[in-house]
């Protein structure tokens, strides 16, 4: 997915809600005018204020109506699928308008404003498309913005493609690099620093005869590495899938569809997060300063700890939590790896962990040392719910397809946390994570978030 897709919806949805009120006051300007008043005299006479209240309730039913439509969707926009798709949201929104007016005939009575303010939403909106994709295009032109791409594929096919890209800007991709396939890009010194160096966004697969097992391999790798995937798809592909399919240089291409937590979900995530961090740090800032107090009173040290996390996209970030250790206690890590209780992965677990103070043993088994990273929830290297935040040395261990984890923001709770906590194996809970990825929403989110307290509570009485 191309950043600038998402800037340009971001800036979609508040400009379409600003220009159905242009729409609707220059309608009401128009009609009340003198000059129009001298052709068609004015018979009823509506209140602004009264006019106002109505205008609001239908640019919200506009902004829905358009919502569901598909105006938002974060795919490129292109003029010749948008201008006809403006045409039938106004449209649709007008006949919606109508057909209140006809079971409730009080409500509004001029169909000139009605018909005027409709042509006036089509041409607005229009123009504001029109612009916007002038805009974009002038910026791809001089090569900001661009999604920047590596090609995969034999020399005839590649080319194909690089050449199409390079002499048409305005698609939104600039190749950085071309391999012969995964096995000679691999085959680079330290490739995921050459990826983030170049800061890749999507690797585009060209040839369309590579067996299941490179295919799959290929899909792992931009997995683990956050890249979007483009491939050329074979015949039986490009009638048969149900994704999303274009074509470049007379070649089906097919994009590999991200999570619900791209685009749109990101975005509702975000606000989210953002939204209820700040109510309970507001809500809970009394049971702060009592917990900052115990932790001060029971040993040395500062109130609160920060540790080094991995986060969204192998990027290092400092996570808090109240301390609930005797200080430096990380330093002894090392001499207490042999008394670890966790095989089957990274995790480290030990039972009667003598490094625990007393206070930080009530602030663990109830979970409370957590509350702290709530901050790391406002500031937006947290989300509420999401996988566990690992340490880099946790991460170094991971398996093979593990590194999909790292493709969203870690969470203060999450799938595996309510599911069995620290009963389930690595495995286990990196499946559960995954599958949390794969099927996110804002419900399962607040699902997740209720259960949450219940569990701590369950484990507390164990």
């Known amino acids: 997915m191309k950043k600038a897709d998402i800037i340009i919806n971001l800036i979609l949805v508040p400009l379409d809600f600003i220009l159905l009120w242009a729409a609707a006051l220059s309608a009401y300007y128009f009609r009340f005018s003198e000059t129009v008043a001298s052709y068609r005299p004015v018979f009823y ?15 919200l039913l506009g902004m829905l109506i358009f919502a569901i439509l598909g105006f938002y969707g974060m795919q490129d926009k292109k003029l010749v699928k948008e201008l006809p798709k403006v045409f039938i949201g106004v449209s649709f929104l007008v006949v919606v308008l109508i057909l209140f007016i006809f079971l409730q005939r009080e409500l509004f009575s001029s ?48 080319q194909v493609i690089v050449n199409e890209y390079k002499n048409n800007p305005r698609l939104g991709f600039k190749v950085v690099d071309v391999f012969y396939d995964l096995a000679k890009l691999q085959e680079i010194d330290k490739v995921q620093k050459l990826i983030t160096d170049k800061k ?14 490179q295919a799959l391999d290929l899909l792992t790798f931009c997995q683990e590495n956050h890249l979007s995937l483009k ?14 399919l274009g074509s470049i240089a007379g070649l089906p291409l097919i994009e590999i569809q991200g999570t619900p937590l ?57 996570m808090y939590k109240f301390r609930s250790m005797i200080k430096n206690a990380h330093e002894l890590k090392a001499e ?22 007393s206070i930080g043993k009530i602030l663990r088994r109830t979970s409370l040392d957590e509350l702290p ?12 719910v999401g996988p566990r935040p690992h340490e880099p040395e946790e991460v170094l261990k991971y398996q093979k397809g593990y590194k999909k984890l790292l493709g969203i923001k870690p969470g203060i709770t999450g799938m595996a946390q309510v599911s069995g906590r620290s009963n389930l194996l690595f495995a286990e809970e990196a499946k559960l994570d995954v599958f949390y990825i794969e099927n996110w929403s804002l419900l399962l989110d607040m699902i997740i978030l209720l259960k949450t307290p219940f569990i701590v509570i369950k484990k507390e009485a164990c």
Request: glycine fraction near 6%; proline fraction near 2%.
């Open 45 to 59: 006479e509506m209140p602004i204020l009264n006019y106002l209240h109505l205008v609001w309730q239908v640019s």
């Open 111 to 158: 169909r000139f404003i009605i018909i005027l303010a409709w042509a006036l939403a089509i041409l607005y909106l229009s123009i504001a498309r029109i612009f916007i994709v002038l805009i974009r295009n002038t910026f791809f032109q001089k090569g900001w913005g661009l999604a920047r791409v590596i090609v995969l594929g034999g020399s005839a096919t590649r």
């Open 200 to 213: 890749i966004d999507y690797i585009i697969q060209t040839d369309s005869t590579i067996s299941k097992d």
């Open 231 to 244: 491939y050329v798809a074979n015949l039986f592909q490009a009638q048969s899938l149900h994704l999303n």
């Open 262 to 318: 791209d685009g749109w979900g990101k975005v509702a995530k975000r606000i989210f997060d953002f939204v209820v961090s700040f109510v309970l740090l507001t809500v809970l800032s009394p049971l702060f300063l009592l917990l900052a107090f115990l932790v001060k009173f029971n040993s040395k040290g500062s109130v609160f700890v920060s540790l080094s996390r991995v986060g969204m996209k192998g990027k290092m970030f400092k």
């Open 336 to 357: 207490m790896m042999k008394y670890n209780e966790r095989s089957d992965g990274p995790l480290f677990k030990m039972k009667n962990d003598p490094r625990i103070t």
């Open 373 to 384: 990273q709530l901050f790391n929830v406002l500031i937006g290297n947290m989300s509420l």
